[in-house]
Structures are given as C-alpha cells and as structure tokens.
C-alpha cells in the first residue's frame, strides 16, 4: 500500500518494510535489524509514530546473496 502524499502515517498499525538498495541491505541494515529494534516513523523531521522490529524475513539471506 502506498499512501497519498499528502496523508499523515498511522500511529498504530503493523507495515511491511523493504530494503531496496542491495549495498545498503548488505552494509548497513543486515547488522542493525533485529526483532525488538525500535525506532520512529519520520514526516521529514518529524516523529510521527514508534515503532519496534517484530519479525524479520530474509534480510541477512538476502543481503549474502544479492548481487549489485
């Protein structure tokens, strides 16, 4: 689901994430990703929502295997 511009994030919810950069899966999120991994969701500067990692899929895996 992609959300219309102009719409604020949900502050509750569940979303799935991807890391669309393969040297960015491979160099930085692979090793900072964990379940329980908290952060927020931004609107430019701002704080909109926090968040925390419930379930990771295949980043690691992944981020061997892809070639840029």
Same mark, same amino acid.
């Given at each position: 689901?992609?959300?219309? $511009?102009?719409? $604020? *994030?949900?502050?509750? /919810?569940?979303?799935?994430?991807? %890391?669309?950069? !393969?040297?960015?899966?491979? =160099? *930085?999120? +692979?090793?900072? #990703?964990? @379940? /329980?991994?908290?952060?927020?969701?931004? =609107? /430019? !500067?701002?704080? @909109? +929502?926090? *968040? =925390? %990692?419930?379930?990771?899929? /295949?980043? $690691? =895996?992944?981020?061997?295997?892809? #070639?840029?």
């Amino acid at each position: 689901m992609q959300l219309d $511009s102009e719409a $604020s *994030v949900r502050e509750k /919810g569940t979303a799935r994430m991807w %890391v669309l950069f !393969p040297a960015m899966r491979r =160099e *930085v999120h +692979a090793r900072r #990703i964990t @379940v /329980g991994t908290k952060g927020f969701f931004m =609107e /430019g !500067p701002r704080r @909109v +929502a926090a *968040v =925390e %990692v419930i379930e990771v899929n /295949g980043l $690691s =895996e992944n981020a061997k295997n892809v #070639i840029d």
